[in-house]
């Protein structure tokens, strides 16, 4: 559970392993036969009455937690991850509608000479624009179709994966009614409308237009931009030739700038959300102090000033800091308060009021620090006063300060650690904090020893957490989950890439004649192989600049989507090296993609082209 390896036993079994004639239980867990808002709550007033009579003294005061009827545990969680889901499924549907136009319009234009002789032989306009409708929804279902194939089980892995590292939780093979609704809707109607811009131009095209064109296009320099364009000197011939074929069809190249944009965008984004939400994490992780953490079992004799002045004589140990810690609600929010002292280790960082003193401290004041998730949930400002639920009753406390911190989702209360022992009733902190002289981890295992041999020899019951491990734990969990991120985006790329192909395969098909004409003045293969991926560079180039914008833009909506879902405000980090990253990625991706159009390009025998049609 919560990556942590979890066994299960009779509590025979338990008690023989442990070598301990009985186990204590810390938790009990009851299935309700009334259902009524009331009922939990008299529930356990019953139960907790008949425990106190069986056993006095040795029922605890901690906080029942009631699950309203159809949440399960972790449900907050994994919704959170549906959202982020939601966001990359968002992405991609606007990538593959991108997609599907560019690849209408390339259909469109190969089909131009005969579209020009159906009209000539008295073709209408509906019935032709009604066969390529018919074209992009049989398209659009055979996508649609792949897509079930490929979303199904990549889909049951993801939520697999989530809920086994996560929850700790096995989850079946299942389809959802809705989401193959859905599907099938999107894809055939989201192919149709997508092709919109291609049949208005199917609608629009003129026998003369249609046939007239033999390949060859003229028109180009009479703009300024074709005249900036003409003007460029110091580059070689055939990238002169490309970067005029880009500005002479400005519709198509403009189109496909956008969807290389959206895919460096995509990529850009899911990049810098990750790099986001890894350094907060770290944040969380860095402002928990101690080299070790010390917690009292529950069972035998637990921590207490003298464990925690024990621990400080070992040779190595710089600080010993207690943490109590209870379970709340504060409003409708169940959490939990942290006990800490005024010189706490813990690294705070406010973001309005102060930390409470020492002499608050000393007194157990009733003052708090809230962090930033619970403040935004319960609408709370540095002065309100708060009423506080503990399993010993309601207590009111004052905020003086709200925390920017992420510890436990940024929805923690930290008071006074005399005030939590007032409310739990227990004498001494049940965690400490170990702080070491070295971050050497070999030292601190043998600094982790010397407190073991001093405590075991004591006969405290406790355990002995080393943070490093933990925190290389965590670490290597957000690594995964930013994997799983990452490696969503990479085909949204990889789409984006097609059209670039979509593009150059259009121009190479209408500018077959024009090829001819090239090879016959004495062009290689090679030159026009270089015209043409001269023209996929500077697109590649011209989205990758725009999809940095859009992925500044679609990186932040990813953020404030996070940001709300978990109440907090994350301010997205947006760092140069990945758009380093995303240029290399386009331009490989490119290469590969265009391998074989630009070969048939410079393959193509200078009489077959003049001939063309």
Do not use: C
């Not at 409308?193 to 199917?202: F, G």
Request: proline share 3%.
């Amino acid at each position: 559970v919560d990556g942590d390896p979890v066994a299960y036993a009779t509590m025979a079994t338990l008690a023989d392993l442990s070598g301990r004639p009985a186990i204590e239980v810390d938790r009990l867990e009851f299935v309700v036969a009334d259902r009524s808002d009331e009922a939990p709550a008299a529930t356990i007033d019953a139960v907790r009455a008949e425990l106190e009579e069986i056993a006095p003294g040795t029922v605890g005061v901690g906080l029942p937690e009631i699950r309203p009827v159809g949440e399960w545990p972790g449900e907050d969680e994994f919704d959170n991850f549906v959202v982020l889901f939601w966001v990359i499924g968002i992405i991609s549907l606007v990538s593959a509608a991108v997609l599907v136009a560019t690849t209408m319009n390339t259909l469109v234009r190969s089909q131009g000479r005969t579209i020009g002789i159906m009209k000539a032989l008295g073709g209408r306009r509906r019935r032709i624009v009604g066969n390529f409708a018919l074209t992009a929804l049989f398209l659009g279902g055979a996508a649609t179709a792949v897509g079930i194939a490929i979303g199904l089980p990549l889909g049951n892995a993801l939520v697999a994966m989530l809920a086994r590292d996560h929850l700790g939780a096995e989850v079946g093979w299942s389809v959802s009614g809705l989401g193959l609704v859905l599907s099938v809707v999107v894809g055939l109607g989201g192919a149709v409308l997508a092709s919109l811009p291609a049949l208005r131009r199917v609608a629009g095209t003129s026998v003369r237009e249609a046939i007239g064109t033999a390949g060859i296009e003229g028109g180009f320099g009479g703009g300024r931009l074709d005249r900036a364009v003409a003007a460029v000197r110091g580059v070689p011939r055939t990238w002169q030739l490309g970067l005029r074929g880009v500005v002479r069809r400005r519709g198509r190249s403009l189109a496909t700038i956008v969807q290389v944009s959206l895919a460096v965008g995509t990529m850009l984004a899911f990049t810098s959300a990750a790099i986001t939400m890894i350094e907060v994490s770290e944040q969380s992780r860095q402002a928990e102090g101690g080299d070790l953490v010390l917690r009292s079992t529950g069972v035998g004799r637990g921590l207490d000033a003298a464990a925690a002045d024990l621990a400080a004589g070992v040779d190595g140990v710089e600080r010993v800091a207690g943490l109590a810690y209870a379970d709340v609600i504060v409003g409708a929010t169940p959490t939990f308060v942290w006990g800490l002292s005024a010189d706490t280790l813990f690294a705070h960082e406010l973001d309005a009021g102060r930390w409470f003193t020492a002499s608050e401290d000393d007194d157990g004041a009733a003052v708090a620090v809230v962090g930033p998730a619970l403040a935004d949930l319960e609408g709370i400002e540095v002065g309100d006063e708060l009423r506080v639920e503990t399993g010993a009753g309601a207590r009111m406390v004052q905020v003086v300060g709200i925390d920017s911190t992420m510890v436990g989702d940024g929805e923690a209360l930290f008071v006074p650690t005399r005030l939590v022992l007032a409310a739990t009733g227990a004498e001494s902190p049940g965690e400490w904090w170990v702080t070491v002289d070295t971050d050497d981890t070999a030292r601190i295992d043998r600094i982790a020893l010397g407190v073991r041999s001093v405590l075991d020899d004591a006969g405290y019951s406790y355990d002995l957490e080393a943070r490093y491990l933990t925190i290389d734990a965590e670490r290597a969990s957000d690594r995964a989950v930013v994997a799983v991120i990452l490696s969503l985006g990479v085909p949204i790329v990889a789409i984006g890439m097609i059209g670039v192909v979509n593009t150059l395969a259009t121009t190479i098909l209408e500018r077959r004649r024009e090829i001819g004409v090239l090879r016959s003045v004495g062009a290689r293969s090679r030159d026009v192989r270089r015209v043409f991926r001269a023209e996929a560079v500077v697109l590649v180039v011209a989205g990758w600049v725009l999809g940095i914008v859009v992925g500044r833009v679609l990186g932040g909506w990813m953020m404030a989507t996070v940001n709300d879902a978990f109440h907090v405000e994350f301010p997205l980090r947006y760092p140069v090296w990945p758009m380093g990253v995303a240029l290399v990625v386009a331009l490989v991706i490119a290469a590969l993609a265009l391998w074989r159009p630009l070969k048939r390009a410079g393959d193509l025998p200078p009489g077959d082209a003049l001939r063309y049609q």
